[in-house]
C-alpha cells in the first residue's frame, strides 16, 4: 500500500510488470491505472466519481507513485 485517499487505497502487487501502474481498491471494487498516462486500464465495481478521484489521485502524486514502484522494482526503464 502506497497511498490511502477519499476511502481508495493505492497499491503495488508484489510479482508486477510494465508499465508502472497501480491497483486502486475500495469498499465497491477495484481498478487498475497506467502510472504514466493516469489511464485507466481495467475497472471493476469503482462507481465513476470514485473512479475520477483515483485518476486524479494518480496524476496529483504520480511522481511518488513512479517513486515507490522504482524503489520496490527497480529502475526498469
Same mark, same amino acid.
Given at each position: 500500500?502506497? !497511498?490511502? !485517499? $477519499?476511502? !481508495?487505497? $493505492? $497499491? $503495488?502487487?508484489?510479482?508486477? +510488470? !510494465?508499465?508502472? +501502474?497501480? +491497483?486502486?481498491? =475500495?469498499?465497491?471494487?477495484?481498478? &487498475?491505472?497506467?502510472? /504514466?498516462? *493516469?489511464?485507466?486500464?481495467? =475497472?471493476?465495481?469503482?462507481?465513476?466519481?470514485?473512479?475520477? &478521484?483515483?485518476?486524479? *489521485?494518480?496524476?496529483?502524486?504520480? *511522481?511518488?507513485?513512479?517513486? /515507490?514502484?522504482?524503489?520496490?522494482?527497480?529502475?526498469?526503464?
Amino acid at each position: 500500500t502506497i !497511498l490511502f !485517499l $477519499f476511502g !481508495l487505497r $493505492f $497499491f $503495488f502487487y508484489s510479482d508486477e +510488470h !510494465l508499465p508502472m +501502474h497501480v +491497483h486502486v481498491k =475500495n469498499g465497491d471494487g477495484k481498478a &487498475k491505472i497506467e502510472i /504514466e498516462t *493516469a489511464a485507466v486500464v481495467e =475497472n471493476n465495481g469503482i462507481k465513476p466519481a470514485d473512479l475520477k &478521484k483515483a485518476v486524479d *489521485a494518480v496524476k496529483q502524486y504520480k *511522481a511518488d507513485m513512479i517513486r /515507490e514502484w522504482k524503489a520496490y522494482f527497480g529502475d526498469e526503464d
